[in-house]
Structure formats: structure tokens, C-alpha cells
């Protein structure tokens, strides 16, 4: 009897995943990054200091999406010692959204985003913090239009920036950044996030966000490297 439950609850699947036009829910809005990792509790990671970061938003959710409307992704910096005060003061390195650079702290402002808004990302353990906001729409209002990405779950596929020419997709669009001239044990974490002009409106989960790795000082590097070679040097010998 179990086993003609559990074939008949198959084949119901079977059906059900290959009837045409049938769709998986999916967040609302997702970050991922190209050769991203999840740490299998609440964040993805950037491994790379030169990578893809990826926005999504599902457009079949018609309640929330509006063609048009204009979605922020906020870099916010992460590290040991920050502290408020004159921007100009601090000396963390810059780093590099879509072609543009972006010095660190000095072109950035200190708190917790969105910027004028009463609802914010206060959750968050990073924040408040020095960060910038990056505004931008998936098409429709002056800007090219967005990708169609096959649909995923980025917490399992961080870098599943994949284009489709189907009906099934969610709407994408993908920003180069390099963080390499951070300076040692910084990182950035980036949210994204739409606002309704009285707060904040829809937002990645916190699992769907992505951070970068810390930049190393060039020392540990060494050091680290070191130590490799003499492990080798001790496994060559026994």
C-alpha cells in the first residue's frame, strides 16, 4: 500500500512538472554573483575580487512588480574599526561598480539605506555603516531592456545567470565590480531593495544578499603561502 502511495504521489509530480507553462514561486528579488558560494546559513560570497553581481527580480509576481520602477543595491563596507566620522578622514582603498570607481569612505555616507526613508535595513548586523546606493530599473523607463535569466534559486545557484529565449524567466541585470584595491580585511555587502517614496517596499531576503571576501594583507599571503610550500617540502621528505 505505501509503495502504491508513493508511486501514485511520482507520477502526479511528473505530471505536474511537465505540464506546459507550470512555474516554481522564486523571491521577489535576489542578488547573486558569478563563481558566488552560499555559506549554507545566511549569506553568498563573491570569491573572486572581479565578478558579475547579479539582480533579479521576478516579474510573474504582479502584486509587486511594476514596469519601470526604480530599485536601489546599496554597497555598504564590512571590516574591523568603522567608526562615523569625516568620510574624507578614512583611507579603506576604492573599488570599482560597472566601470565607475568609488573611493571608500570618501564617496560614500554613513548610516543604514535606503537614503530619506523611514523603514530601512536596520536588521542587519552591518549596519550603520558607510555605503552608497546604485539606482537603476530592469527596462522600461530609459535604461536598455533587462535580461531574461532562466529562473533559480540564487541561495543554490549563486552564479546561475543563465539567458533564456523561453516564456518562463525572471528579468536580470548584471554589474561588473572589483573590489581588489580594498584595503586588507575589508570587504563590501551589497543589498537589493525597491522603495514606494514613503519607505522601504521590497527587499532581498538577507540569504540573498552577497558579500565579498575580506582582501588579505599582502603578508598573510605570504605567509599562507609559505606555510603550502612547507607542508610539501615535509610530505616530499617523509
Known amino acids: 500500500m505505501k509503495f502504491f502511495s508513493k ?64 530599485y536601489y543595491i546599496s554597497a555598504a563596507l564590512v571590516g574591523p574599526n568603522i567608526v562615523q566620522g569625516d568620510p574624507s578622514s578614512f583611507n579603506f582603498g576604492s573599488f570599482l561598480f560597472d566601470g565607475t570607481e ?14 530619506e526613508e523611514a523603514d ?16 537603476f530599473d ?5 535604461e536598455p531592456d533587462a535580461d531574461h535569466v532562466v529562473p533559480h534559486n540564487t541561495q543554490d545557484n549563486p552564479g546561475g545567470y543563465t539567458l533564456t529565449g523561453g516564456s518562463d524567466y525572471l528579468l536580470g541585470k548584471a554589474f561588473n565590480v572589483d573590489v581588489s584595491n580594498l584595503a586588507p580585511y575589508y570587504s563590501l555587502h551589497f543589498d537589493l531593495y525597491t522603495t514606494d517614496g514613503d ?12 558579500d565579498t571576501s575580506p582582501v588579505p594583507e599582502p603578508a598573510t599571503l605570504l605567509l599562507f603561502g609559505a606555510g603550502i610550500l612547507g607542508l610539501g617540502f615535509l610530505k616530499r621528505k617523509k
Open 199 to 210: 519607505g522601504l517596499q521590497y527587499f532581498a531576503p538577507f540569504s540573498h544578499d552577497v
Open 7 to 70: 508511486a501514485v504521489t511520482s507520477c502526479l509530480l511528473g505530471i505536474i512538472l511537465c505540464l506546459p507553462g507550470t512555474s516554481f514561486a522564486y523571491n521577489f528579488l535576489q542578488l547573486g554573483a558569478s563563481g558566488g558560494v552560499f555559506d549554507g546559513v545566511d549569506n553568498i560570497y563573491a570569491v573572486d575580487p572581479v565578478f558579475d553581481l547579479y539582480a533579479l527580480v521576478d516579474p510573474t509576481k504582479t502584486n509587486k512588480y511594476v514596469d519601470g520602477n526604480t
Open 102 to 115: 568609488y573611493q571608500v569612505t570618501a564617496d560614500m555616507q554613513w548610516g543604514t539605506p535606503p537614503v
Open 138 to 142: 530592469f527596462g522600461g523607463t530609459g
Open 120 to 135: 530601512n535595513l536596520g536588521p542587519h548586523s552591518v549596519f550603520p555603516t558607510y555605503f552608497i546606493e546604485f539606482s
